[in-house]
């Protein structure tokens, strides 16, 4: 049963999860994003009843 055999799939498995714990995320950190969060008025808006056109 070859799978049960650790030798070249224990290796693949380090090399992938090395590659996704210290590679990935400097990559993924490294990316421009347009939506930069804005800070939120603390003053409430003034709100004008709307006037509807019938009576």
């Given at each position: 049963m070859p799978q049960l055999n650790p030798n070249p799939w224990?290796?693949?498995f380090?090399?992938?999860?090395?590659?996704?714990l210290l590679l990935m995320p400097g990559?993924?950190?490294?990316y421009m994003f347009?939506?930069?969060?804005?800070?939120k008025s603390?003053?409430?808006?003034?709100?004008?009843?709307w006037n509807w056109p019938w009576p």
């Amino acid at each position: 049963m070859p799978q049960l055999n650790p030798n070249p799939w224990f290796m693949i498995f380090l090399f992938t999860w090395t590659f996704f714990l210290l590679l990935m995320p400097g990559k993924i950190m490294s990316y421009m994003f347009n939506n930069h969060p804005t800070t939120k008025s603390t003053q409430k808006p003034k709100l004008n009843p709307w006037n509807w056109p019938w009576p």
